[in-house]
């Protein structure tokens, strides 16, 4: 279980004690569980995905201070820069890989349940980006906290996909 499964199992308990109280404070519990379970999502996602790459690093043949050096400074302080938000394709990080790969892998990402992976883990990362940049108080966002929470455990699948072909 997942510090975002821990939370979103929280809000659900908080919700429903709430619910037949005050609708207006549902309603804003509502709101603030969807946008938390979503930065939780992207800094879940954002680790287990490092993890996975720094995994397979070490998996190679380089060197120790090699390996410490693609850790910190090619894959934990990259994350961000290593995919397009903006965009539902993952083409210019999967483009770092060389172009071999690059076909392999876009072609089993093309197909479903890889295909709906892909957006939803862009989801998470592009509207945490909104978030955080713009204010979580003066964000809307247009989910609820089961729509977020069930886009993560997608995503999830698509960060144990990479581990898995990368």
């Known amino acids: 279980m997942t510090a975002v ?3 979103y199992l929280n809000f659900s308990i908080l919700a429903e004690s ?3 109280k005050d609708l207006g404070a549902l309603q804003f519990c509502n709101e603030v569980a969807a946008k938390t379970l979503l930065i939780a999502a992207a800094g ?3 680790r287990k995905f490092c993890d996975a790459m720094e995994q397979k690093f070490h998996e190679t043949a380089l060197q120790g201070h090699l ?3 693609v850790s910190k400074r090619a894959i934990n302080y990259q994350f961000h820069s290593l995919f397009d938000w903006k965009s ?3 083409n210019s990080f999967l483009a770092l890989f060389g172009d071999e790969k690059k076909v392999l892998l876009k072609a089993a990402l093309s197909e479903e349940p890889y295909k709906q992976q892909v957006v939803d883990f862009l989801f998470i990362g592009r509207e945490r980006n909104i978030i955080v940049h713009n204010g979580l108080a003066s964000v809307s966002l247009d989910k609820t906290k089961d729509e977020i929470y069930s886009i ?3 995503a999830l699948a698509f960060v144990n996909f ?3 072909n990368i």
Request: no cysteine; charged share 40%; proline share 0%.
């Open 5 to 7: 499964d821990d939370a």
């Open 18 to 20: 709430v619910s037949d």
């Open 44 to 46: 879940d996602l954002e």
């Open 67 to 69: 390996k410490k050096f």
């Open 88 to 90: 539902n394709s993952v």
């Open 152 to 154: 993560y455990r997608n």
């Open 162 to 164: 990479l581990q898995m």
